[in-house]
């Protein structure tokens, strides 16, 4: 595999609003159309909608499975990484394993994935997802994106 290849994670709940689904879905397509590979948690809601534009647009597909089986995967992953029963554990190796991270919406599990990405001091992109702030003071840590196409634009720009 070429080492200079670019990888992307998103990240977001396994239970996505018909917006999220719709906005994931987007940001798979457009990084597949960039020849950028997508890192997930391979699950469904927002997981499986940006696996599955990205698949259909000739796209690379990663998903870190929290179980012990690859058949847990959404049907748009290509490349299951099984993480042997570590659960929410695994979000590390999700944000660990890109470049940047695009967050759409999401639940706790999606802000300790943002969390991670800040710490490793990686770029990160939201679409209608956390927001921080800091004793009452907003923080500009994550960068807030209007839509699929946006976002994929400044992960892309902050990376290189």
Same mark, same amino acid.
């Given at each position: 595999m070429d080492n200079k290849r670019i990888f992307i994670a998103v990240i977001g709940a396994s239970k996505a609003?018909?917006?999220e689904t /719709? &906005?994931?879905e987007e !940001?798979?397509?457009e990084l597949a &159309? /960039?020849?950028v590979t997508l890192v997930c948690g391979g699950m469904g809601? !927002?997981?499986e909608a940006a696996c599955r534009g990205a698949a259909l647009n000739g796209g690379l597909t990663i998903g870190i499975l929290p179980g012990?089986? /690859?058949e847990e995967a959404n049907p748009y992953v290509q490349i299951p990484i099984i993480s042997s029963s570590i659960g929410?554990? /695994?979000n590390v190796m999700v944000v660990k394993s890109a470049q940047a991270v695009i967050a !759409?919406?999401?639940a706790y599990g999606t802000l300790s994935e943002i969390a991670y990405a800040l710490q490793s001091g990686l770029p990160v992109i939201t679409l209608n997802s956390w927001s921080m702030s800091q004793n009452g003071k907003a923080d500009d840590a994550v960068i807030k994106a209007g839509n699929a196409l946006e976002a994929v634009t400044m992960a892309l720009d902050l990376i290189n």
């Open positions: 609003t018909p917006e /719709r &906005l994931a !940001v798979g397509k &159309l /960039r020849q809601g !927002v997981m012990n089986s /690859r929410f554990a /695994r !759409v919406g999401g």
